[in-house]
């Protein structure tokens, strides 16, 4: 048994450990795992990586549509691309901003989700 990894927590203040019930409010030995951390940077840098491959195939299939459908030169529509690009790269930094000065995590990637979902539709 890792008793390093165990703590003393009273009931009242577990949150991941499945509910007990106990007469009297002694501390109950519970397991906690840590969260956060080097646990979850290969699921951060897999999610980045994937997203910039995504990316890079967009663009060539962005080129040739813009090209095609909207008469669009090659210059035209390597700047536009390269201007959606950026803004796309940069609005990450913006909604770190907004969610540690204003509006916090939860709220911001609520409303993050509710914007992304009434402009898909």
């Known amino acids: ?7 003393y927590l009273p009931l009242s203040q577990t949150e991941d450990s499945e509910k007990q019930t106990c007469s009297n409010s002694s501390p109950i030995l519970i397991k906690s795992r840590k969260k956060g951390g080097l646990i979850t940077m290969p699921f951060i840098i897999a999610n980045e990586a994937l997203e910039n491959v995504a ?5 060539p299939n962005m080129t040739f549509y813009l090209m095609r459908e909207y008469r669009m030169g090659f210059t035209t529509t390597q700047n536009l691309l ?3 690009s950026t803004a796309t790269n940069f609005m990450p930094i913006v909604g770190a901003v907004v969610a540690d000065s204003y509006l916090g995590r939860f ?13 898909i539709n």
């Open 1 to 7: 048994m890792k008793e390093e990894m165990a703590e």
């Open 55 to 59: 990316s890079c195939g967009l663009l």
């Open 82 to 84: 390269f201007f959606w």
């Open 107 to 119: 709220l911001t990637i609520g409303l993050g989700s509710i914007f992304s979902f009434l402009l």
